[in-house]
């Protein structure tokens, strides 16, 4: 395992958890949701750089794509939040940490940006259906629990609106 590798590894380990403090450290709601996400990237990171590709992937698409937004709705549509949602953005604290990951990020793409990588002969790897076994699960053996979380999800979601709208009328 490389140097590089490994740096790498432990930086986004690192923000994971860093991430993960902050999403249950923060008042607003939105902005703990928006660590939230920053959490699932890392871990799809992660996942991307143990080998587990279609795992890093559906990870982004499912976690930070897809349930994110809807939870990010929900909370806007049941107004949270105060005024002050941004102030947690703007401590000085914050600027400061994200001033120095945008430092950190800055100096690993000028040095990768002037490291001569090896070139690397292609190798050829047997295909391997990583897809197949995990939807047949899915769809078979845990068909009802999937069912069960959908209709979760969507009773969860009218639930939020018939919540908003009442708020809305007193």
């Known amino acids: 395992m490389s140097l590089l590798y490994q740096f790498h590894f432990y930086l986004f380990g690192l923000l994971a958890v860093a991430s993960s403090i902050l999403f249950i450290t923060r008042k607003s709601p939105v902005a703990a949701a928006l660590w939230l996400v920053s959490t699932m990237f890392a871990l799809a990171a992660e996942y991307i750089m143990l080998d587990a590709q279609f795992v890093g992937a559906i990870q982004v698409l ?28 703007r401590e000085n604290k914050v600027r400061l940490g994200a001033g120095a990951v945008g430092i950190v990020l800055l100096a690993m793409l000028l040095s990768l940006s002037n490291l001569r990588l090896p070139v690397i002969e292609p190798v050829t790897v047997r295909e391997t259906n990583v897809v197949a076994p995990v939807a047949e699960a899915l769809f078979t053996e845990h068909l009802l629990a999937f069912e069960v979380t959908s209709i979760l999800l969507l009773a969860a979601l009218v639930g939020a609106v018939v919540l908003a709208k009442r708020r809305g009328r007193a």
């Open 62 to 89: 499912v976690y930070a794509g897809a349930i994110m937004v809807v939870f990010l709705f929900v909370v806007m549509l049941l107004n949270l939040g105060s005024a002050d949602i941004a102030a947690d953005f």
